[in-house]
């Protein structure tokens, strides 16, 4: 089974620019949540979907959105570019009806300069 | 800040040696998590304990549970050079789906 794939691995964007972010979950799982992980903040909740809709939402303002798609890949929005969006952005995918487990990717690395 | 705390923040230890991780968070849990991270890169789930549980086994692997104290702590046993990563736990707050993570613990293991 393949794992959770998220791209592109690496990015450079510039100070108020948009980034798009992709992730396809294991098949089969509906459920897909994003988190960012900075040396300052940890690791915070972003979103959360399950069957194209979003279920939760963390304390982001709204240059920060996202969407599932019918075949449950998810898509992650940045508008506005700020320096402070520097980060790692992991995606995770989980069988909702089996448990709680979290399948995470490798990550997005986004560098904003 | 929901954000869990973890104890200790690093951690060195040699090869053989037991290593002990502690957790404490805020808010009602379905249950907890413990996950590892290399180098920043993904998270890997270790072991997920739910709240009506007070002890898990999994392989070397021990989690404990008190949810009176708001506390969780994982005990890594005979411990080898690969098990050198940062670990997390993060709690499913109740009545949500979301993870909480912890501040995470940086374990060494020296060979």
């Known amino acids: 089974k393949a794992g959770v794939t998220q791209t592109p691995r690496y990015l450079i964007k510039t100070r108020g620019q948009q980034v798009t972010l992709s992730c396809s979950p294991i098949s089969g799982h509906r459920s897909v949540s994003w988190y960012q992980q900075t040396p300052g903040q940890g690791l915070q909740f972003l979103f959360e979907y399950f069957s194209e809709t979003q279920r939760n939402k963390g304390n982001f303002p709204g240059r920060f959105s996202g969407r599932q798609f019918s075949n449950s890949r998810s898509e992650m929005n940045v508008s506005t570019l700020e320096l402070g969006d520097s980060a790692l952005y992991l995606c995770?995918?989980?069988?909702?009806?089996?448990?709680?487990?979290?399948?995470f990717g490798s990550g997005t690395r986004l560098t904003v300069v | 800040s929901q954000q869990g705390e973890e104890d200790p923040q690093a951690l060195s230890i040699q090869e053989g040696e037991n290593a002990t991780m502690n957790c404490s968070y805020k808010t009602s849990i379905n249950n907890l998590q413990w996950y590892r991270q290399n180098s920043g890169r993904g998270l890997v789930h270790l072991i997920l304990?739910?709240?009506?549980?007070r002890e898990k086994h999994s392989g070397r692997l021990r989690v404990t549970l008190d949810t009176s104290k708001k506390s969780s702590s994982l005990l890594i046993t005979a411990s080898r050079a690969a098990d050198t990563a940062s670990y997390f736990c993060?709690?499913?707050?109740?009545?949500?789906?979301?993870?909480?993570f912890g501040t995470g613990t940086r374990l060494q293991v020296f060979p």
């Open positions: 993060a709690t499913v707050p109740y009545n949500t789906d979301k993870l909480i």
């Open positions: 995770a995918s989980r069988d909702r009806d089996r448990g709680y487990g979290y399948t």
């Open positions: 304990i739910r709240s009506n549980e």
